[in-house]
């Protein structure tokens, strides 16, 4: 098969689980790859997470497992209040848990997945006394969709869910951990991930453009429409599908390694 196909030829569920199970664990399976192929890992800390369709059950990574080693059947089954649904020899890490749960039941029904990371240029912003301000094309697509956090220490207590779910507030699809890091989530992994990129491309752009001189604001009647345009499909007009990065984002991940699909 041509390796520059439009999409990737994936495996069939295993027997006695779900499609739709399987199919997240594939997608969640590639989006850690493909954290790791960015750079955006901390050895075997953060999370990512991903509702399964359908249920109050999550995936969830595996505490003490890297994200490049980490297949689709790796993956964890967690409820919602935390509880395995599967046996795994691996435990779960409670702090990602807290986090990741706490904004899975404020927003059952549009932030299915949800990407953490202590990526450093993004906790470069997050150290900063200074609003996340969109200053690339890519950057609108966040005017009045992030969310800012306190820094609380390492989240254990689960008090913490109330402040975290009140900082994302009911249209934020981004939160900035002060003094911690990065936060994006989205209908499915493809948007939670594209979020990431593009936050982390515009907080680069901000910072270098912040130490060189005074910045270029962008009118906000233009980064409002600007960010319709991400939201609403037009900035892929013509596309075969809703985010065209995303196949291609799979076949990079597949070249490098494809026991992801496992």
């Not at 493909?34 to 595996?62: A, C, E, F, M």
């Not at 911690?180 to 752009?205: E, K, M, P, Q, S």
């Not at 009118?219 to 892929?236: H, K, L, W």
């Amino acid at each position: 098969m041509d390796d520059r196909s439009f999409e990737l030829e994936l495996p069939p569920a295993p027997a006695g689980m779900a499609d739709a199970e399987w199919q997240s664990r594939l997608q969640l399976a590639a989006t850690y790859r493909l954290v790791d192929y960015y750079g955006w890992t901390s050895v075997v800390y953060n999370h990512i997470s991903l509702r399964i369709p359908g249920s109050d059950h999550l995936l969830i990574n595996p505490f003490g497992m890297r994200y490049d080693e980490l297949r689709a059947s790796d993956l964890v089954r967690i409820d919602i209040d935390g509880e395995p649904q599967q046996d795994s020899p691996w435990p779960v890490n409670r702090a990602g848990y807290l986090i990741h749960s706490a904004i899975h039941k404020a927003r059952p029904d549009d932030l299915h997945c949800v990407l953490h990371t202590h990526e450093a240029v993004s906790q470069s912003l997050c150290a900063l006394r200074a609003p996340v301000v969109p200053v690339t094309q890519e950057g609108c697509q966040f005017y009045q969709r992030v969310g800012y956090h306190d820094f609380e220490g390492i989240v254990l207590d689960d008090s913490e869910q109330e402040r975290l779910v009140r900082a994302l507030g009911e249209q934020n699809h981004t939160l900035v951990l002060k003094n911690h890091g990065l936060i994006t989530a989205g209908a499915d992994c493809t948007w939670a991930f594209v979020r990431h990129l593009a936050f982390i491309r515009n907080a680069d752009v901000q910072l270098r453009a912040m130490a060189a001189g005074e910045l270029n604001p962008i009118d906000e009647a233009v980064m409002a429409r600007t960010r319709e345009q991400f939201e609403g499909g037009a900035a892929q007009a013509g596309a075969r599908q809703r985010h065209p990065e995303w196949p291609a984002l799979l076949r990079l991940i597949d070249r490098r390694d494809p026991d992801w699909k496992l």
